[in-house]
């Protein structure tokens, strides 16, 4: 588990993103938030009990505010595993979990990891100001375009209204696996 970057500052290449949100993102203290994680309880992992107890450090974080966890390395040592596991304890601790698993024949398709990580929060998409529903209605294919595109900065916008309406409810996780495919 890493926190580094590569020389540009941007996560390589073979990099699963794992990104806690808490009540707000200034760093404050959320009341009642969790303080320590259950042990795992998923699949068995052999050699990867310094990973995942950074993993359980990272969502043991939770009331600190926004936070970012790179879990990077060569191909096929076990990313997505250890990727899955954290994923599998932020539920069991309670966290909404927002997930995407984008694929290389996705990587030129606008939006598609978006749509995955927004599946499920209809509720939360109604509580946003229109032209940012607007905007993310027609980025999820939801609605049909005007005479233009959604302009992306209205886009970013609408995703930023959405979590920030869940996290005023609970502790956030975004997981994203394989994010050099992510649009």
Do not use: N
């Not at 042990?39 to 969502?59: K, N």
């Not at 995955?116 to 980025?139: F, H, K, N, T, Y």
């Amino acid at each position: 588990v890493s926190r580094s970057r590569d020389r540009s500052g941007r996560a390589s290449a073979t990099a699963a993103l794992l990104a806690i949100l808490s009540a707000s993102w200034p760093r404050r203290p959320r009341a009642g938030t969790l303080t320590r994680p259950p042990p795992y309880s998923g699949a068995p992992m052999v050699g990867r009990q310094l990973e995942l107890d950074a993993a359980a450090r990272f969502l043991a974080s939770l009331g600190t505010g926004a936070g970012v966890l790179v879990i990077e390395g060569a191909p096929a040592i076990g990313k997505t595993t250890l990727w899955r596991a954290a994923v599998d304890l932020a539920g069991e601790c309670g966290v909404r979990v927002l997930a995407c698993r984008p694929a290389q024949a996705e990587a030129k398709l606008s939006y598609t990891g978006l749509t995955d990580l927004l599946s499920g929060c209809e509720e939360m998409l109604a509580r946003i100001p229109g032209p940012q529903r607007a905007a993310l209605d027609v980025a999820l294919l939801q609605a049909a375009p005007g005479a233009s595109a959604p302009d992306r900065r209205v886009i970013c916008a609408g995703f930023s209204s959405v979590l920030r309406a869940l996290v005023d409810e609970t502790p956030v996780l975004v997981a994203v696996d394989d994010v050099q495919w992510l649009d």
